[in-house]
């Protein structure tokens, strides 16, 4: 069938794992990334300056905040690494991920949506603790929440199978790590 | 996704008006609580298989023509704002616009009975 050839989840009319539909996702990213490599890298005192546009010393204010300090590593570090495993868990596996590996693109899903939602929390902490606007955090929490959408559809193709995999009395656990016994036992 | 787009603005807008109206506190504390909530959930449903989350809206806007009164709000502009900008982000999220990709039956179909994309699999050859 077509369908299998494409890689198309059934009651689908595209593939939500192509590589078109995750580069720009793992683009963003990338971006992310930077940005939030750069903001970490002030907070850890490697830069003494932080670029800010509009907001005076606001970047200042946020980035040495309280809240930023709460864990052992500054906030930033934890942006850098959370963007970069959404960038891998974006990267890895075929583009018949949502059926091949479902484990992945979950976590994936995870890692984009929930996670993604932290940043809000973030942008609303900035006025109403620190009355400090930091443009290159606002900018990443941006690229995060732009980032939820266009990953949550493989999630849903993934999630359905495992749904089609206990219908069938299939292993789920097999089924979610993508074990070679039960690939094809379920469409 | 016109509708969410107003949504996401009418949200920034939101974050900026206290700069913009010099609220006071409590004012300025709701809107920015608020806007990058209306903002978020606007920016998510851009995308068709997300585009239910538009609805998660109606809570905080349904706040917003709560809060003046609630808060005890004392400037009639701040009033005046919040209310607008909530009855507007009621009015957009039912605007559901455009969904040309099929979901399998969506994210109800991963828990619902006889779901859209068993259906189809079961229509479909094995390998």
Redesign the interface.
Known sequence: ?M??DEGI??????N?ATWGQRLPIIGLAAVGFGIATYLSLYQLHVFPTIWEPFFGNGSQKVLNSGVSKLLPVPDGVLGALGYLSDAASGAIGGTRRWKTMPWIVILFGLLVGPLG?IS?LL??LQ??LYHAWCTLCLCS?AIS??M???A??EM??S??Y???VK?SEVSLWKAFWGYKSVQ?K?? | MWAQIINAILGIWL?VS?AILASDKTV??ND??IG??I??FA????????RV?RLYNLLPAAWLLLAPWVLGYSDTTAILNDMAVGLLVIILCFVKGKVD???????S???GKD???????A?????
Do not use: C
């Open positions: 069938m369908n299998k989840p059934p009651g689908w009319n595209y939500p939602m809000i942008v609303i006025p109403v929490a929440v732009i939820i959408g266009p949550m559809d849903l193709a999630l359905q495992m749904r089609r219908d094809g379920v469409i | 974050m206290p300025a504390n920015h609580i990058p909530l903002a978020a920016v998510i449903s851009w995308w068709e298989a997300t989350v990709a099929r979901f399998g039956g969506g994210w179909a991963i828990w779901p859209i994309h068993a259906q189809e699999a229509r479909q050859p094995r390998v």
